[in-house]
């Protein structure tokens, strides 16, 4: 398929740009003295800014690039036999959520290496330099894992064997590690989402920053599952359809787009507060994109019952 032939591309790209942005920053952390002046300190600040323009490069592509491979994994539902959406195709490999996993901590990764990095770029001291140049160390072979995972991923889809829909991998039944979750009951998992969303609110008040962050920390965690088991199926208004891929379908005006946003963003703003501690608008965006996260959530489910007078 061209989508997929356009996203090893890509991918090839990135792996190029990459190897040249870790050997700068290797020299970076290796040799960095900003009181030098030496000529190797003039080269190596040269440098840095041509590292920090590539993975800035990287990170303008791949968040939209991450909208293109969830469009991809839709139109390759429509080719592969039970499968009805991306969830599908995810699970027509055995690499397919560990991939999943690699590409949304890598946007959270990449976004707050910018923050850092902008950060250093306005201070004259440069005091972020090396730890910016070591975090990038990490991140160049946490993004190289994520594409030799994607590689493997489109490499294993067999378009003549059956996969599992999304109703089946998304439920009780399932022998996957999704089941599992419905072992919980929707109860427990609500009541932990809005404390969670409650504790941010309060850490927001206090400005403890190190406890706003954990909570976003755990937040992530604690949305996506209220999604699968509960939210979902207000927006689809229907019990067993727990699917947050379906979510992004035209059939639910793309409303996926906007919570998977404003729940990215919420949370981010969230984490950087831990690290950018004297940036009131981390804390003050956070609070501002996790309440119309949690607000358009509730919104189906209050519709839901001043329609029907009952819950599902």
Not at 133 to 157: H, K, R
Request: proline share 2%; aromatic share 18%.
């Amino acid at each position: 398929m061209p989508e997929i032939l356009s996203i090893l591309v890509l991918d090839a790209i990135f792996v190029f740009f990459t190897i040249i942005a870790f050997y700068i920053s290797a020299k970076i952390y290796l040799f960095w003295d900003i009181d030098s002046t030496k000529p190797l300190q003039y080269s190596l600040e040269k440098s840095g800014f041509l590292a920090s323009t590539i993975i800035k490069f990287i990170l303008s592509i791949k968040i939209p690039l991450f909208l293109f491979f969830v469009f991809t994994l839709d139109k390759i539902s429509n080719v592969l036999s039970g499968a009805m959406c991306g969830a599908g195709v995810l699970d027509a490999t055995p690499y397919g959520l560990y991939l999943m996993v690699f590409k949304v901590v890598n946007i959270y990764l990449f976004a707050l290496w910018l923050k850092l990095n902008s950060a250093d770029m306005l201070n004259e001291t440069q005091p972020y330099t090396k730890l910016k140049s070591l975090a990038f160390l990490a991140l160049g072979v946490l993004l190289f894992t994520e594409i030799a995972i994607e590689i493997a991923m489109f490499s294993s889809i067999e378009v003549d064997k059956i996969v599992s829909c999304c109703g089946s991998i998304y439920s009780s039944s399932s022998s996957s590690l999704i089941s599992d979750l419905f072992l919980i009951d929707n109860k427990i998992v609500v009541a932990i989402f809005y404390s969670l969303f409650g504790l941010i609110v309060l850490f927001y008040f206090l400005k403890n920053s190190l406890l706003f962050a954990l909570s976003n920390l755990l937040f992530i965690v604690v949305s996506l599952i209220a999604i699968i088991l509960f939210f979902s199926t207000y927006v689809y208004e229907l019990p067993t359809h727990h699917c947050p891929f379906c979510l992004l379908q035209k059939e639910y005006y793309f409303v996926g787009y906007f919570i998977y946003s404003f729940g990215f963003l919420g949370t981010f703003y969230g984490l950087s507060a831990a690290i950018f501690k004297k940036d009131e608008a981390n804390f003050r965006l956070s609070l501002v994109f996790n309440s119309l996260y949690v607000i358009l959530l509730s919104s189906y489910v209050v519709l839901y019952y001043l329609k029907n007078g009952v819950f599902l």
